[in-house]
């Protein structure tokens, strides 16, 4: 793992959330400070405060970068990607299930091979850090190797990221096929490997229920036991043709939502992709069990899945944990900027205005309560880790030109939503530690 410097500090104007502006007025809800300095010690956040408050106390030993043109925020956060279909990203002319078969499972054959699969994931965590990702809950492909090559480039970045083995005993090509037993044994040889190594974090990955047993999914359920701390991933509702072979494979259950429930997947840390065709007694479920929805818009666009009810699903009345998912090969980016754009349009299309307040807690401190993850991520805040990113309002000519008419850092915030993506990403701190430049000028920067 790389050693992050012993004391950095960011000066610049800084925005983040302290609460949640679905259920607050964004006001209330918003820390920003116009120059700040943001004291960073051992990969944690010690100080932030107005550079004119903070500087007096500073050591003038430390290393003190200048973002004042810049706008500091937590790293994003994304609840739902998987890093085996880079190579498929923008596939043409298909729904679910058959792009499922096309190019999805085509894809992650490929990853049969340990040296594709390392290769591939050191595209991928560069790619989220030049998109601003410092943090993303990923599928790896059903290939044990796949996982170890995912978690050996994050430690080599000390990024904090969540993956796991997809787990899959039926309704897909035999290479890809665990069994019940099989997929039990080598995710347990995967949690004790990884789970809590540095930053990293284990998720137990049945794909979806059509290509899992009814054994399977309990076996799914009884890692979940292996170690404290566990994470799980799965699809939900997504697509009208998935939703009805669902009702056809489990004829007993209530709901697709109940075949997971059955199964103990129902709980905090529990991570369901998608959610566009559910019911309100699934939102009662998952706000009761803290289970979090992950908000995949470029994604259900693409493949014309549906419009997920954002707005519904966070009712004040019985809150759903809502993160951002790129799903990435189904999702178009991995910047989630492009991911709030979309959202944007999506929650036009059913009747609402997502703000940019509410867009930038979706990517950062609503995403890391969706993973139960608040207490250390998705604040700039002392104590949080320092995962951040600083974006550039000028970064494209557009840009430059459009934002000389924002009045409000919330005008400047949704433009950068609208127009953004990783272009507008100048820098990215992990844990402290600078590992992207976008203009490659401090040589402190690793990447
Ligand atoms: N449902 C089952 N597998 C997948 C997948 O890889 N991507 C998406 N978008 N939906 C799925
Ligand atoms: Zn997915």
Not at 205 to 221: K, N, V
Not at 307 to 334: H, N, Q, Y
């Amino acid at each position: 793992a790389r050693t992050p410097p012993a004391r950095i500090a960011l000066r610049g104007p800084a925005l983040s959330l302290k609460a949640d502006p679905f259920a607050l007025p964004a006001g209330d809800c918003l820390d920003h400070i116009e120059d700040a300095l943001i004291v960073i010690e051992d990969g944690v956040i010690a100080a932030i405060g107005p550079y004119a408050d903070l500087a007096p106390g500073l050591s003038p030993e430390i290393d003190l970068i200048d973002h004042r043109t810049g706008l500091i925020v937590p790293g994003f956060i994304d609840a739902h990607v998987h890093y085996p279909q880079l190579q498929m990203i923008g596939a043409y002319g298909t729904q679910l299930l058959e792009w499922l078969d096309a190019y999805t499972f085509p894809a992650e054959m490929s990853f049969a091979d340990a040296a594709h699969a390392e290769r591939v994931a050191g595209l991928f965590l560069r790619e989220l850090l030049r998109a601003g990702t410092t943090t993303a809950m990923v599928y790896c492909t059903v290939h044990p190797h796949s996982v170890d090559a995912f978690f050996a480039e994050s430690e080599r970045f000390n990024t904090r990221m969540i993956a796991g083995k997809v787990l899959m005993d039926r309704n897909a090509p035999a290479p890809l096929l665990d069994t019940a037993q099989r997929g039990f044994e080598e995710s347990a040889a995967l949690i004790a490997r990884w789970h809590r190594r540095g930053r990293q974090l284990y998720c137990v990955t049945p794909r979806f229920a059509p290509t899992s047993t009814e054994a399977q999914l309990d076996a799914a359920g009884a890692l979940l036991h292996e170690a404290n701390g566990l994470f799980l991933q799965t699809h939900l509702c997504e697509n009208p043709g998935e939703v009805e072979w669902v009702r056809e494979l489990f004829p007993a259950r209530a709901s697709y939502l109940d075949v997971y429930a059955a199964a103990g997947l129902v709980g905090p840390r529990s991570m369901f992709g998608h959610a566009v065709h559910v019911h309100e007694g699934d939102f009662c479920t998952c706000h009761q069990a803290g289970a979090g929805l992950a908000h995949c818009p470029t994604s259900n666009l693409f493949l014309g899945s549906g419009l997920f009810r954002l707005f519904e699903a966070v009712d004040p009345r019985r809150p759903v944990r809502v993160g951002l998912g790129t799903d990435v090969g189904g999702g178009t980016s991995l910047s989630q900027l492009q991911s709030l754009n979309e959202a944007y349009k999506v929650a036009a299309l059913t009747g609402h205005k997502l703000n940019a307040v509410q867009g930038l807690y979706l990517a950062t401190l609503g995403g890391a309560r969706a993973l139960h993850l608040d207490d250390r991520l998705g604040r700039l805040a002392p104590g949080y880790e320092a995962d951040i990113v600083v974006l550039d309002p000028k970064a494209t000519p557009l840009l430059g030109f459009r934002t000389d008419y924002c009045n409000s850092i919330e005008e400047l915030v949704f433009v950068l939503m609208t127009l953004g993506d990783d272009r507008a990403v100048r820098a990215t701190y992990v844990a402290g530690a600078p590992v992207y430049d976008r203009d490659r000028t401090g040589e402190r920067f690793r990447y």
